[in-house]
């Protein structure tokens, strides 16, 4: 049963985040709709309110603790303890090995991975005392490896294990934690992949399409669908797994 819970969507002002957290309040979740930017979250927060949902904006930097900290506390007394957490935020800053800067890589890690961390950290105390929880992590199809994101693969990749030591860690406490990898997604993050390789995102999204057997890219309602599964009370069984949602088979 979902009513009077809430969950934590983070990177959720656009594509996947913002496509989760309207999949959650249709669920029945009381959403935190959490990015860097406050306004664009508050946007996405009011678009679920006028269709009948309950939603709050929080503008939080998942990197810095204190943020962390203070927007966790803000959640749990507007909206309730959050029991469901999706870290979703992400960056790119692609990069050939031999030019990618000491920056790149860590600005990469600092949200991916320092950002799981810091958010789970504070609302696995809600979860545990609710004893029931669920945490879903953004991985990637890119966690095996692609050229040009050493940085990004690494960080995706370090999520499946964070995301497998969750699941042994918080079992117990009747918590669930499972990471969803997308293949190609259609979104403002894919455009700027386009952007930067000098090719139209028309041509971009044709040529991802031919290599996918289902024959589409995906879309953010794809994996908001996958992750709502895996916030359910019905998948209570299922932890510490990562499912490749891309469109055919991805070991």
């Not at 790149?104 to 029931?132: I, P, Y």
């Not at 990898?181 to 894919?190: E, K, L, N, R, V």
Request: charged fraction near 20%; charge should be negative.
């Amino acid at each position: 049963m979902t009513q009077n819970r809430t969950a934590v969507v983070t990177g959720a002002a656009r594509g996947i985040g913002a496509a989760t957290a309207r999949r959650l309040s249709r669920d029945g979740y009381a959403v935190a709709v959490v990015d860097l930017d406050e306004a664009a979250s508050e946007v996405v927060a009011a678009s679920i309110r006028e269709a009948g949902g309950s939603a709050v904006g929080v503008g939080v930097d998942v990197s810095d603790a204190e943020q962390v900290e203070a927007g966790v506390a803000r959640i749990a007394d507007e909206l309730g303890p959050p029991v469901v957490l999706v870290n979703n935020a992400g960056i790119i800053r692609d990069n050939l090995i031999f030019r990618m800067t000491e920056s790149d890589w860590d600005s990469v890690m600092n949200v991916h991975l320092r950002g799981a961390f810091l958010m789970t950290r504070a609302c696995q105390a809600h979860m545990t005392a609710e004893k029931f929880g669920r945490i879903v992590n953004l991985s990637s199809s890119s966690a095996q490896g692609n050229r040009g994101q050493a940085n990004y693969s690494a960080a995706k990749a370090g999520l499946q294990g964070f995301t497998k030591t969750l699941a042994i860690e918080l079992g117990k406490f009747g918590v669930t934690a499972n990471a969803v990898a997308p293949g190609f997604i259609q979104t403002d993050m894919t455009a700027a992949t386009a952007e930067r390789m000098g090719v139209s995102f028309e041509d971009f999204l044709a040529g991802a399409a031919k290599q996918t057997p289902v024959g589409r890219v995906g879309q953010p309602e794809d994996i908001a669908a996958t992750i709502s599964f895996l916030c359910s009370q019905e998948a209570g069984f299922v932890s510490g797994q990562v499912i490749y949602v891309a469109g055919g088979p991805l070991d």
